[in-house]
C-alpha cells in the first residue's frame, strides 16, 4: 500500500512569524516532521502543502516534495486542513502519482517521533475494519466535560453534570480529546467525506504528555526549545 505524507504549512502566522521554519535544535520546524516521515520507514512521498514559495524551498532542502503551491482559496487562517489534503491528492493524481493511505502531519507537533507515524501506518494496513486513525489523549482532570463550567451572561458560572469538588479521577467515565500529531486514512475514504474525522475510525491514545507538546505561541516555542535541548531523543 503506498503512503502519501501530506505536512500543511502555511505562510502566514500571526502568533509567530515565520513559525514553520524557526530554528528548533538546529534544524527548521518543518524539517523535524519531514524526517520523522521518513524515519519511520513507511511514508512513500512527502508532499508539503504551503502557499510559501519560502516553506517550499526550506522543505525540498530536507527532502520533501512540493510540486505545487497551495490554492490561495484555501491558504486563509480560517480555513482548515482537511481542504488542504484533498487538494494535495487530488493534484498529485493529476501528476500521476496514487496512494492508498493518506497522512498529515502538523509540523507544530515536532515531538511525536517516528515511531507514532508507523504504528498508526500499521493500523490502517493490517486492520481492513478501520477507515482511519487519529492520534488523542485520554482527559483525566476537571476538564472532562462532566465537570466542564459554562459562564452565563449575567457572570454567575452554570456548573457541569458534576461539580468539581466532586471529582474522582478513578470515576471518571472514558472521554478523550483529539490532538493532531498524526491523522491518517485510507484514501478512498478520506476523498468520500473530505476528512479523517469518518466512520470506523480508530483512536491511537498518546500516553505521554510530552510528545503533545504543540507550538502556537512564543512561549511554547521557549519552552520546545528548552525541553528538546535536554531531551532532543523526542525529536525523532
Given at each position: 500500500m503506498k503512503?502519501?505524507?501530506v505536512i500543511p504549512a502555511r505562510g502566514g502566522s500571526k502568533g509567530i512569524p515565520k513559525k514553520n521554519i524557526v530554528d528548533i535544535n538546529g534544524k527548521p520546524l518543518i524539517e523535524w516532521s519531514i524526517l520523522q516521515a521518513k524515519e519511520s520507514g513507511c511514508v512513500d512521498y512527502i508532499h508539503?502543502?504551503?502557499?510559501s514559495p519560502e516553506i517550499a524551498e526550506v522543505s525540498k532542502k530536507a527532502g520533501a516534495e512540493c510540486a505545487f503551491l497551495r490554492p490561495d482559496n484555501i491558504s486563509g487562517d480560517k480555513i482548515g486542513t482537511g481542504a488542504a489534503i484533498y487538494s494535495s491528492i487530488?493534484?498529485?493524481s493529476e501528476l500521476g502519482y496514487e496512494f492508498d493511505i493518506v497522512l498529515?502531519?502538523?509540523p507544530t507537533y515536532c515531538l511525536r517521533g517516528s515511531k507514532m507515524i508507523a504504528e498508526c501506518v500499521s493500523l490502517l494496513k493490517e486492520n481492513n475494519k478501520f477507515h482511519s486513525v487519529i492520534t488523542c489523549k485520554k482527559i483525566d482532570s476537571t476538564e472532562h466535560?462532566?465537570?466542564a463550567l459554562e459562564k452565563s451572561n449575567n457572570g454567575f458560572t452554570k456548573f457541569g453534570l458534576k461539580k468539581p469538588d466532586e471529582?474522582?479521577?478513578q470515576n471518571l467515565r472514558p472521554v478523550y480529546a483529539c490532538h493532531g500529531l498524526v491523522l491518517a486514512a485510507k484514501v478512498d475514504?478520506?476523498?468520500e467525506k473530505q476528512s479523517f474525522f469518518i466512520e470506523n475510525c480508530h483512536s491511537y491514545i498518546v500516553d505521554d504528555v510530552n510528545r503533545l507538546m504543540d507550538i502556537n505561541t512564543g512561549e511554547d516555542l521557549l519552552f520546545v526549545r528548552m525541553f528538546t535541548s535536554v531531551y532532543p531523543e523526542y525529536l525523532s
Open positions: 503512503v502519501l505524507c508539503i502543502s504551503t502557499d487530488k493534484g498529485l498529515e502531519l502538523q466535560p462532566d465537570y471529582f474522582v479521577r475514504n478520506f476523498l
